[in-house]
């Protein structure tokens, strides 16, 4: 492709942080280039059935190395942090720690992000729900059969439940229609409101917006003196060149991204951009998650579209429990694929929820960087276990009373989930990466704009979180050309 000798601005990766940066960039007139490296998300053929509009994510390898990334496949579950997430508070294992920028600084931007991915939620039965200077732009996602019932039930029974905010194109008109192939698949529809479909494409409309598909970036480059980035080095297919641009954001994504500047490294930042005081790639963190499976009868059920409401009553901490608990949330019907025949056939039958906390965020977990790569494994933060079995327990006894047969908690415990933390911001230069802006310490224009960047993960989805901090950096660099 053609490339242009310079740029206001290259950002590295598409998902939810690049995709929507480079949106609220185009939009404010910069010229912007997005390397990904990968292509266009295309479906295999023989999906084409309302009964397979989706394909799932496990028939698509790889599937993050895509235009729009991890938000080809993600459940588009798209929360504000609460009021409380961004204050350190003190959780069963360790820290969750304070962030630089408060939820009213964040908040006209969250209310951007909401319109841009045309958020469909309502506050009612939601009593951790923050401030809002507007309403949701469009109404709830509906209950729907199965689902419907077992909210009513649970309502009877004095059970607060609220529906998840969700980013799909159900307005009049719209192209969703509310199908069972949502949650973990790909939506052939485009109905799901991912960075692609509610950023990338409306960028691209713009004529400010070039992409380099299919392209590595391999470092970001740095002025002699270290204090500024000057562009990147890419190569696509067999051929590297080099790109320049007034300024650089890394958007690769939580482990992409500390790898990258870190591989960035130079004379004068030997242990890689960012990493004078060795936090790249430190203060890990991210959700634990208990999956319960709710058997409603002996016949498989119907296909519908199940992921509309949770529970946030247990949210923070209570009288019986001194510590915050987290989030139960409906999931959708998930692709079995890979699955033993006895878990496919439970999956048929019941519903899936998902009991949610947050993990702490210590300075040792994360990457060990060897060389210019990193340890096979991580380093995980010690789990919030009680607080999650705490958490799951209640929703077994809120379930099995709004009359689930059999409430059966899936094998294991899945760690990480909405990792983020590895390039975090801070004011502190000794424990942070970032500043308040997302700007990397020590440099005047080279930027962090994905989930490495928030010190903590709250315990609801972080993606409107990380589209509101893109969509605020985006006014940082483009004044910065003003």
Same mark, same amino acid.
């Given at each position: ?21 480079? %949106?609220?960039? /185009?939009? +404010?007139?910069?010229? *912007?280039?997005?390397?990904?490296? @990968? !292509?266009?998300?295309? #479906? =295999? ?64 931007? %969250?209310?951007? /992000?909401? +319109?841009?991915?045309? *958020?469909?939620?309502?506050?009612? @039965? !939601?009593?951790?729900? #923050? =401030? ?351």
């Amino acid at each position: 492709m053609d490339l242009e000798r310079g740029y206001d601005c290259i950002v590295v990766g598409s998902a939810a942080g690049g995709g929507t940066l480079a %949106y609220g960039l /185009a939009r +404010k007139g910069a010229k *912007v280039l997005l390397v990904e490296r @990968g !292509d266009f998300l295309k #479906p =295999p053929p023989g999906h084409g059935d309302l009964e397979r509009i989706g394909f799932a994510q496990a028939e698509c390898a790889p599937t993050l190395q895509s235009i729009g990334g991890p938000t080809k496949f993600y459940g588009s579950a798209l929360y504000r942090l609460r009021e409380m997430d961004f204050n350190h508070t003190r959780l069963e294992s360790g820290e969750s720690a304070a962030w630089p920028v408060s939820y009213r600084e964040l908040e006209p931007h %969250y209310s951007d /992000a909401e +319109k841009i991915y045309a *958020v469909h939620g309502s506050s009612a @039965g !939601d009593p951790t729900d #923050p =401030p809002r200077a507007t309403p949701f732009p469009y109404p709830p996602i509906p209950h729907q059969g199965l689902v419907k019932s077992l909210v009513e039930r649970m309502e009877v029974n004095g059970t607060e439940v609220c529906h998840i905010p969700r980013g799909l194109d159900y307005r009049d008109g719209g192209k969703c229609v509310l199908c069972a192939t949502c949650d973990g698949y790909y939506c052939r529809l485009d109905a799901k409101m991912d960075s692609e479909i509610a950023c990338i494409r409306p960028a691209l409309a713009t004529g400010n917006l070039q992409l380099a598909i299919n392209t590595e970036c391999l470092r970001v480059l740095v002025s002699p003196g270290g204090k500024r980035s000057v562009g990147v080095r890419i190569r696509q297919g067999a051929v590297e060149s080099t790109v320049h641009a007034d300024a650089v954001a890394v958007s690769a994504g939580l482990l992409e991204t500390p790898l990258l500047l870190r591989r960035s490294r130079t004379d004068t930042h030997p242990e890689g951009l960012g990493n004078d005081r060795g936090c790249l790639g430190r203060y890990m963190c991210g959700h634990s998650v208990d999956m319960l499976l709710l058997v409603l009868g002996a016949r498989p059920l119907p296909a519908l579209h199940s992921k509309t409401f949770a529970i946030n009553s247990f949210y923070g901490p209570t009288k019986e429990w001194p510590y915050p608990q987290g989030v139960i949330q409906m999931a959708g019907q998930l692709p079995p694929y890979g699955q033993p025949a006895l878990v496919r056939a439970l999956l048929s039958r019941s519903l899936v929820a998902l009991c949610m906390t947050e993990e702490p965020s210590i300075r040792e977990s994360g990457i060990a960087f060897l060389g210019d790569g990193m340890s096979p494994q991580l380093i995980r933060p010690p789990l919030c276990s009680k607080s999650l079995t705490r958490l799951r327990k209640q929703a077994a006894r809120i379930f099995r009373r709004a009359g689930c047969k059999v409430v059966l908690k899936a094998p294991g415990r899945n760690e990480g989930w909405h990792g983020v933390g590895t390039a975090r911001m801070g004011t502190d230069e000794r424990t942070s990466v970032t500043d308040p802006c997302c700007r990397v310490h020590g440099f005047e224009n080279l930027y962090v704009v994905d989930s490495c960047s928030l010190p903590s993960p709250g315990a609801v989805n972080t993606g409107l979180t990380l589209m509101a901090l893109a969509l605020r950096a985006a006014g940082q660099i483009a004044g910065s050309k003003q």
